[in-house]
């Protein structure tokens, strides 16, 4: 006896229906596949772009298969769409919006259905009822291990934070960058409804007396908005708020910075990378806590993996970085520093060839609150360097100009050489933020600086000739807190170029370890970031203490440096 009772003629419309819809939604499917490209997630490296095409495609054969079987075995062909239904489903989730996922679902489920009632019209409710037993099963199976596997590579990799989010009025988001003792620059996105103001003003107010400086801005197509604040005074903590059409906002477009003194100061810089995108994890709330300076990115700032040349996508991403309440509260209290790596530049282990070349580096001038760049060149590459107090920092772009021969192109390798040489005699510390990892095997072609041995050994002979012992170098990339204290990262012909290096990772993504050996060991994890105090008193001696931390506030490894302050520094 049946469990769903159907007429015959009611049966035969339903299998011939049901054949018919997979048919259909097969050739949909793949027409869709052939103009937009087959779903793809947004984040994450765990398959790559050619496994996860080549999942869907072995599910779209499922379907086929389960088409050409259902003539005799209809039972067997519900339940192989019904897991084929299970996966492309998933799969459209992570790049579409619910009501399309919605679509695939029953595009594919339906016919299942269908196949099943008439199936089980002929079968006893025993053998209906094992079935289904049978089909929830790996139902049931499949989604558990999707959604581990999900979790894994894109979930929250650590808790997430509590920061409350701070409602919209005129301002989508908004964060400062390139201070100077002197000068700052802020960069906002207007909400929707602020297309069409003429332009919006920074009221821009040192804390101590409250004088205001208003600074106009003209909001660009994308509603973008970049204030650039000259005569500053050095030393001085300000606070900004937008104000559009005589309206002074009160809900994101507000924020603080703090200018560094001209000479010698203490300063504390925390840094991180590696987050996944529009990450809200209580990490963010650890680093505001530290009551840093200056923030610095070392890249990954989120996992988009763009992969051709779209700059609205890229513009998409900072949305969802910068809105994100825990990430947003924290670009509001500080000024940063950003230096992209490979997966918020382009595809993952992206070089110069990368198809989203052109479109990273736009919008990143667009949207992003950075110093002078090199001049000579719209859409250049975006090292750039910086003084604060008497410490040099320099941020390498370790992308864009990569190619086989490469990690850094003609100009910036020379402009680099240049900076360490002048910079180590003229400052008391320069901070080399080289986002990928230093130490590491010889390997050419391998997706660190081993891939690049004659470069690096070509630096560090550079750096050993200019007798250079103020040099740190902070990295990224690798998942990990990592600290060598100058024992395994000498890569010169002679010797004498020690570096201590100290890796920051991974924000919010999972542990892993990269590179290597590191004098004071390697700690993979999730929810970790840096912090570098630089104790200056004016003196011929500094003392510069490096250390990672975790969201928790726990110290996982420290390390403190005595540094001479070379003679034209003093």
């Known amino acids: 006896m049946s469990v769903v009772s159907i007429r015959p003629n009611v049966a035969r419309a339903l299998h011939g229906a049901a054949r018919w819809w997979i048919l ?34 072995c599910l779209l054969g499922v379907v086929l298969l389960a088409w050409l079987i259902s003539r005799r075995w209809r039972g067997a062909a519900a339940v192989l769409l019904a897991l084929a239904a299970s996966g492309l489903t998933g799969a459209a989730a992570l790049s579409y919006r619910p009501a399309v ?10 016919p299942a259905v269908a196949l099943w009632l008439v199936w ?25 291990v999707a959604a581990g596997v999900y979790d894994h590579y894109f979930g929250p990799a650590h808790p997430s934070s509590s920061t409350p989010d701070v409602p919209v009025d005129q301002v989508e988001w908004i964060w400062s960058g390139g201070v100077t003792s002197e000068s700052a620059s ?50 001085t903590e300000y606070t900004y708020a937008v104000v559009v059409d005589d309206h002074r906002d009160g809900g994101r477009g507000v924020g603080r910075f703090r200018t560094p003194p001209a000479g010698p100061a203490s300063i504390t810089v925390a840094f991180g990378s590696c987050a996944r995108t529009g990450s809200n ?28 040349d779209d700059p609205d996508r890229f513009l998409g991403l900072y949305d969802r970085v910068l809105t994100a309440p825990a990430q947003a509260a924290l670009y509001r209290s500080l000024p940063v520093a950003y230096m992209w790596d490979d997966h918020d530049y382009g595809p993952n282990n992206a070089d110069a060839g990368s198809p989203s070349r052109d479109a990273a580096r736009s919008v990143y001038r667009q949207a992003v609150p950075h110093h002078p760049l090199p001049a000579g060149a719209d859409l250049g590459a975006i090292y750039q360097g910086f003084t604060m107090g008497r410490v040099r920092f320099l941020l390498t772009d ?17 402009w680099l050489l240049d900076e360490l040489r002048t910079a180590s005699r003229s400052h008391a510390l320069v901070v080399w933020v080289n986002p990928d990892p ?8 391998d997706d660190d600086w081993g891939g690049y041995p004659d470069e690096r050994r070509r630096i560090a002979d550079a750096i050993a000739e200019a007798g250079t012992h103020n040099l740190v170098m902070l990295s990224g990339d690798a998942h990990m807190v990592a600290l060598d204290d100058g024992t395994n990262s000498d890569y010169s012909t002679a ?47 500094i003392t510069v203490d490096l250390a990672g931390r975790d969201w928790t506030g726990r110290t996982l490894v420290e390390h403190t440096l005595q540094v001479r302050v070379p003679t034209p520094a003093r």
Request: charged share 20%.
């Open 24 to 57: 259909l939604s097969l050739a949909a499917f793949m027409l869709l596949a052939w103009d937009v490209g087959l779903p793809a997630k947004t984040e994450g490296d765990a398959l790559g772009p050619r496994g996860e095409r080549t999942l869907q495609l």
């Open 101 to 110: 996922v919605l679509t695939v679902a029953v595009a594919f489920l339906a």
């Open 120 to 144: 089980q019209r002929e079968r006893p409710a025993v053998t209906v009822a094992a079935l289904a037993a049978v089909t929830a099963v790996l139902l049931a199976t499949a989604w558990t």
């Open 186 to 235: 802020v960069v906002a996105r207007l909400e929707d409804h602020a297309e069409d103001a003429a332009h919006a003003e920074l009221d821009v107010r040192p804390r101590a007396d409250g004088t205001p400086l208003l600074v106009r801005g003209i909001p660009d197509a994308d509603r973008v908005v970049r204030w650039e604040l000259e005569d500053l005074e050095p030393g």
């Open 281 to 308: 994890g209580a990490v963010f709330d650890a680093i505001r806590a530290v009551g840093a300076d200056l923030y610095v990115a070392e890249g990954d700032l989120h996992y988009g993996n763009v992969t051709d």
């Open 398 to 414: 370790t992308r864009s100009e990569r190619t086989d021969a490469s990690m850094l192109g003609a100009q910036q390798l020379a």
């Open 438 to 445: 230093w130490i590491a095997p010889a390997d050419p072609g």
């Open 495 to 541: 010797g004498g170029a020690g570096i201590p290096v100290l890796h920051a990772a991974a924000l919010d993504r999972p542990g892993r370890v990269k590179g290597g050996p590191y004098s004071h060991g390697t700690f993979p994890g999730a929810g970790q970031f840096g912090v570098l105090t630089l104790h200056d008193a004016g003196g011929d001696r």
